[in-house]
């Protein structure tokens, strides 16, 4: 079975600080990995998506690999009040579709 | 842009009827995926399609059954609902094997059992 392990917090950052979300997985050929950003009664967005070791950047957004470690991890550059929400990481194996979802960390940036 | 649609936003339905929860993708995406998500559990996957009548179960499929007549259109059915099926109700959808497995979420049902 596989697991997706996150901190669900949540997590409090004051804002324009830097936002640290961390993701454990147990499948050590999973290959495709994503974060998703989920609003309050709102579904889930995703944001970033990252497939080889190293960082990926996006704007505010940098996921950061490390399939050795087995652990992906979101960092949110200033972060705003308008970036509090539940952060989903997700994983999926080579050849296969679904994903296996962790069950978020709650982001809370306070003005 | 991705658009992915979910028949209703809100219901609320009583214990023994059946349910109907639809979903449609616009972007030909072969794989459509039917979650529930309850505080606490997380997205928990009930059934997906990788194909059109092709079905496979997830995680929780007991008390559901899925229909994909079309390649757009991916269809819940709670045969006889139950009041430990109040939950939000999220469909997805993303490209065939070989691609990059973006799964991308329609609204949401959030479905109330009475």
């Known amino acids: 079975q596989k697991e997706v392990e996150q901190n669900s917090g949540p997590l409090s950052v004051p804002e324009g600080a830097i936002a640290s979300l961390n993701c454990t997985y147990s499948d050590r050929v999973s290959q495709s990995f994503f974060w998703y950003r989920q609003y309050s009664g709102k579904s889930p967005e995703l944001i970033m998506s990252?497939?080889?070791?190293g960082d990926k950047e996006d704007g505010r957004f940098t996921a950061q690999l490390n399939k050795a470690s087995q652990y992906v991890s979101l960092l949110i550059r200033d972060s705003q009040p308008s970036d509090s929400a539940t952060y989903l990481c997700a994983v999926n194996g080579p050849g296969y579709s679904t994903l296996t979802f962790g069950k978020g960390t709650m982001l809370l940036v306070s003005p | 842009d991705v658009k992915v649609t979910q028949s209703s936003r809100y219901l609320v339905k009583r214990t023994g009827e059946k349910v109907f929860l639809e979903c449609v993708q616009d972007?030909?995406?072969?794989?459509m995926f039917w979650y529930r998500q309850d505080p606490g559990l997380g997205l928990r996957l009930i059934y997906f399609s990788y194909d059109v009548k092709m079905k496979e179960k997830g995680d929780i499929p007991e008390g559901y059954s899925v229909s994909r007549e079309k390649k757009e259109r991916f269809s819940l059915i709670l045969e006889s609902a139950s009041t430990n099926q109040t939950s939000m109700y999220l469909c997805?959808?993303?490209?065939?094997?070989?691609?990059?497995?973006?799964?991308?979420f329609g609204p949401g049902t959030r479905l109330t059992v009475t």
């Open positions: 997805a959808s993303t490209k065939a094997a070989g691609s990059s497995y973006e799964q991308y």
């Open positions: 990252i497939y080889s070791n």
């Open positions: 972007m030909d995406h072969e794989n």
